[in-house]
């Protein structure tokens, strides 16, 4: 049976020069509707200079800095049709247009579970990834791999982060994964501000390319290819 990864996470970060985390407030949102107003705070919003957040009940959280804006979602079980942050990022950048944007990272953050083999995450990095060697038997105890791989593409540059990870399962018990997280780093073009925004704009809205591309890079290239032998994770 083919195993596929299960992205929990997803979220864009805008680089943005000299922002003013002070503004961001559950007012601020809703009265330029760039959230609905229905939407349900989780917990009281944070605002200590320089950072302020936002999470709401539906899992989506905001965190304003001075040189970035976070918007993140959980996306468990649901399609890439019912994402809400790829709007809602747009409908801030476009209240903001002054701000001095400088790029944009869509990323995913996603994992494997490999039944009750607690160690088959471990083994997939070091088995398959990493040429053997003492690098693997040093210090006390078993190694916990991490691998970076980093991409250049037509428009982005793109970085998948392969690490072993302990998480709880709906159950309540810890279990190993293989967690997938990636990046693709967009600089946005132009000379000036509103032809930077319009940038900034296009690639939010195209967001769904990066997505596709991380989930083929995982699945079909990671995930799908066999080794030597032909055989692929169970």
């Not at 869509?106 to 160690?119: M, S």
């Not at 709906?170 to 509103?194: C, D, P, W």
């Not at 990066?210 to 890079?217: G, I, K, V």
Request: proline fraction near 6%; hydrophobic fraction near 40%.
């Amino acid at each position: 049976m083919n195993v596929t990864v299960d992205t929990r996470e997803f979220s864009i970060v805008v680089v943005a020069k000299s922002h003013n985390p002070a503004i961001l407030n559950p007012d601020f949102l809703k009265d330029n509707e760039i959230v609905p107003a229905n939407w349900e705070l989780e917990k009281p919003p944070v605002c200590l200079e320089p950072v302020a957040e936002i999470v709401f009940k539906n899992k989506v959280r905001i965190i304003a800095q001075l040189d970035k804006l976070i918007f993140s979602e959980n996306v468990k079980a649901k399609s890439k049709k019912s994402f809400v942050i790829p709007v809602v990022a747009k409908k801030y950048s476009n209240i903001l247009p002054h701000v001095e944007y400088r790029a944009v990272g869509i990323n995913q953050k996603g994992h494997v579970a490999f039944g009750g083999d607690k160690d088959a995450p471990r083994k997939f990095i070091l088995e398959r990834l990493v040429v053997p060697g003492p690098w693997c038997e040093f210090g006390n105890g078993s190694v916990r791999p991490s691998i970076t791989f980093n991409y250049t593409l037509e428009n982005a540059t793109c970085g998948l982060t392969i690490q072993e990870k302990s998480l709880k399962n709906e159950e309540g018990n810890q279990i190993s994964v293989l967690l997938f997280s990636s990046n693709f780093h967009h600089e946005l073009e132009g000379e000036t501000r509103k032809e930077r925004l319009v940038n900034l704009q296009q690639i939010i809205s195209e967001w769904e390319s990066d997505f596709n591309s991380y989930e083929h890079l995982v699945n079909d290239i990671f995930l799908g290819a066999g080794d030597k032998n032909g055989n692929k994770p169970r």
